[in-house]
């Protein structure tokens, strides 16, 4: 009765139905249109009914709605129920997202659309790996007040192999996987061992994954040695990882035809901005060069030129090319080497804005007022040459140390680069009017000796250079934010929500108990942060203080749904200026293309459905190469620290738990955990409101930024892990002296917190 009553819908309707017929001969309706129909119908619809719902009735575009309804399921817009009936994925009843696994068992899942992660059970978690995509429905709420869900549909794996060590019992082998967020132990039946020992790191192939009878099961695949070794480390991560490395055979194709010079017909129609001083402004190491700039004094302020690679030039969309950058999301910076987004041809050759050759440009022209303002902005193509290639420190000792030997050189670009110090001054200037938080972290890097090992980290130092073109890529990148938004064409923003409520209650609890109140109440704006943060930079806790405060944010994702930047506190943002090794500034740049060339936002190759899609995989493949490059990054530390255990260190506590305290060793920058069941002889309390572990007996706290004397108890490179211990109050300990162990004193209640921990 109810299909009765529906009205058939006209595909002439569907508002997006040029784009349809641009993409394809035979066109079909749009996804938009076919989730519209699927809402108003108000119940689930099987496949085969949909059709005259939709108005179609050829056979060929009934079989390509088919594809198109399976691709919506794969990208969590539709789900199957039980009965075969297709249902709307909303954020209300059912959500899709990505599995976040915990090591203890319970996972959480990320909705794509952003809000509060939904908790998972250890039930709902058996058939889930770490990072899957899946459809929960919400089943209510946990006994902490969460909501909890179960999974209807698993609608992506993130994993074919998996990287762990091999374990032999009984002829039956089992992988225990390194990445600790993979819970699963694999079954490796004896006829696929293929030359695998007992302990040996492997990489295994996912035959059949997990369900909620059954574990995964696989087969090795590769040999990677009988331990970490040192030197392995970014290689390890790669494959934990899946980072892709290798180049398909028809990228090398494609890649092949391109040459290093720009083709001469490349550049017609374009703006010519080759007599302009632009330059660019990176690091002493850099190798490629995606932003340029170029800016001028005007009547009402200055005229500001960021031009940027145009890597939409060349890459194209559903080319191999596009398809394998998609697939990596963005490039990955390891200690040691970088993993690219596009080949070096590109990255490196074509799209670098090398200094004295002609290269394609998409260029931001920015008039901004004396109050640091956009009074008014627009995007066009552009053909450009770099006069110079210039670093931060040449820049910084031109500007602020009155370097004659500079000056005198670049004496032509020095104007333009004193008005471009101007122009800083007042951008900064807003951003401190507007509020916008900068927290004042310490940024390290790795140096490594002749034979490719870690021989040091040390601390970078940024001077006012780097925050000249910081300022210049924001503003860029918030003039396109608002042209997209004003024209309405589907595009990816960075988003950054604001607190959760969870994170501000606890926030507001600690600094009562510092005497010390966040403004805003319980909606507080990214100027009561910097307000705050002013406040305390003076404070012997400030370092503490921060980092709580910087532990209360959420983390910035890519969105189809434009809501804000809390911490830069823009109403809009997006990427724009790095498009050569992030793919959502590639999209961004052929969303600014079309509205150049065509004008119509619903012609555009991408639907406002795709683009939320691809967002979230965006956001996924940044998370991957964070993870990655942590890994990494720690194992390189554990080596590093390998012939320093018995050594005594100062240090700070960086990170309190119930299972014990983080402390970072002061000039190493390497941190190491104090196991609870190391401290002082006593049971301690934790508490995770003011951050720390106070003793029952001894009244003793372990606090948030105090300062620590530890020694070097362990070190475990297949663990990733350093352990430390508190050092004698006596005499310090002897290069490789292991620590006094402690006596059975209370060994009982210590025992009990092991457990825990």
Not at 464 to 474: F, G, P, S, T, V
């Amino acid at each position: 009765m109810a299909k009765s009553r529906k009205k058939q819908k006209s595909p002439k309707s569907d508002p997006y139905r040029a784009r349809e017929e641009r993409k394809y001969d035979n066109p079909i309706p749009s996804r938009e249109f076919i989730l519209e129909t699927l809402e108003q119908h108000g119940v689930p619809v099987k496949l085969e009914d949909l059709p005259p719902l939709l108005g179609i009735d050829d056979e060929k575009q009934i079989e390509a709605l088919g594809y198109r309804i399976k691709a919506m399921i794969r990208d969590g817009q539709l789900v199957r129920n039980r009965r075969g009936g297709l249902c709307v994925v909303n954020k209300k009843d059912l959500i899709a997202g990505r599995v976040i696994a915990h090591p203890d068992g319970f996972g959480f899942l990320r909705p794509d659309e952003g809000g509060d992660d939904l908790f998972l059970s250890p039930r709902e978690m058996r058939p889930l790996w770490h990072g899957d995509r899946v459809v929960v429905q919400v089943t209510g709420m946990d006994r902490r007040g969460r909501r909890e869900g179960s999974v209807v549909e698993i609608l992506e794996r993130a994993h074919s192999q998996v990287v762990g060590r091999l374990h032999i019992d009984a002829g039956m082998g089992f992988l225990v996987p390194d990445n600790k967020h993979m819970t699963h132990r694999i079954v490796i039946p004896d006829e696929h061992f293929n030359g695998a020992k007992q302990g040996q790191m492997v990489v295994v192939e996912i035959l059949e994954h997990p369900t909620k009878w059954r574990q995964p099961i696989g087969r090795v695949v590769e040999i990677i040695g009988d331990h970490l070794a040192p030197g392995m480390e970014t290689d390890v991560a790669i494959r934990t990882h899946e980072i892709p490395v290798d180049w398909p055979e028809d990228v090398e194709r494609e890649i092949a035809r391109l040459s290093e010079e720009v083709p001469e017909e490349a550049k017609e129609g374009r703006v010519d901005l080759r007599d302009l001083p632009l330059v660019t402004i990176d690091g002493a190491d850099a190798r490629d060069f995606d932003d340029a700039v170029y800016c001028r004094r005007t009547p009402k302020g200055w005229k500001l030129l960021v031009c940027i690679a145009d890597v939409s030039a060349y890459v194209k969309p559903g080319s191999a090319l596009d398809e394998e950058g998609y697939k990596r999301g963005n490039s990955t910076y390891f200690p040691d080497r970088v993993v690219p987004m596009l080949p070096e041809i590109l990255s490196n050759g074509l799209c670098s804005l090398n200094p004295r050759v002609d290269r394609l440009c998409m260029t931001a022209e920015l008039f901004i007022d004396r109050q640091g303002n956009i009074l008014r902005s627009r995007f066009f193509e552009g053909v450009m040459c770099s006069q110079a290639r210039l670093t931060y420190d040449e820049v910084a000792a031109m500007l602020y140390e009155g370097d004659n030997k500079l000056r005198k050189q670049h004496a032509r670009l020095l104007p333009h680069l004193e008005e471009l110090d101007k122009l800083y001054q007042a951008l900064h200037g807003a951003r401190r009017k507007r509020g916008a938080i900068d927290f004042d972290t310490v940024e390290t890097r790795f140096e490594f000796s002749e034979e490719g090992r870690l021989s040091g980290i040390v601390p970078t130092t940024r001077n006012d250079a780097h925050r000249i073109i910081e300022e210049c890529m924001l503003v860029a990148n918030v003039a396109a934010a608002r042209l997209l938004l004003r024209k309405k064409i589907p595009a990816l923003y960075r988003v950054h929500e604001p607190p959760s409520e969870d994170k501000l209650s606890d926030l507001h609890e600690f600094l009562a108990q510092l005497g010390l109140s966040l403004g805003g109440g319980s909606k507080p704006t990214a100027k009561d942060y910097a307000e705050l943060i002013e406040k305390i930079k003076d404070r012997p806790d400030a370092n503490m203080i921060q980092t709580v405060l910087l532990r209360s944010m959420m983390q910035a994702i890519y969105s189809s749904e434009n809501i804000g930047h809390f911490g830069l506190a823009f109403p809009a943002y997006t990427h724009f200026t790095s498009p050569i090794r992030r793919y959502p500034d590639l999209l961004v740049h052929r969303a600014i293309r079309h509205l150049i060339t065509d004008g119509r936002p619903e012609t555009f190759e991408y639907s406002f459905p795709q683009m939320a899609t691809m967002g979230e995989h965006c956001s996924m493949t940044e998370r991957r190469s964070d993870e990655a490059t942590r890994d990494a990054a720690d194992a390189l530390k554990c080596e590093y620290m390998l012939d320093k255990v018995g050594l005594e260190f100062e240090g700070l506590i960086v990170s309190v738990n119930s299972f014990g305290v983080f402390v970072e060793l002061k000039d190493v920058y390497i941190t190491g955990l104090v196991h609870i069941t190391s401290l002082d002889h006593d049971f301690f309390h934790f508490d995770p409101i003011a951050h720390k572990l106070v003793g029952e007996r001894s009244g003793k706290t372990y606090r948030l930024g105090d300062a620590i004397q530890v020694v070097v108890a362990a070190v475990s490179l297949d663990d990733r892990k350093i352990d430390l211990a508190l050092a004698n109050r006596g005499e310090k300990p002897a290069k490789g002296e292991k620590p006094p162990r402690k006596g059975r004193k209370n060994r009982s209640r210590r025992s009990r917190q092991r457990r825990k921990g």
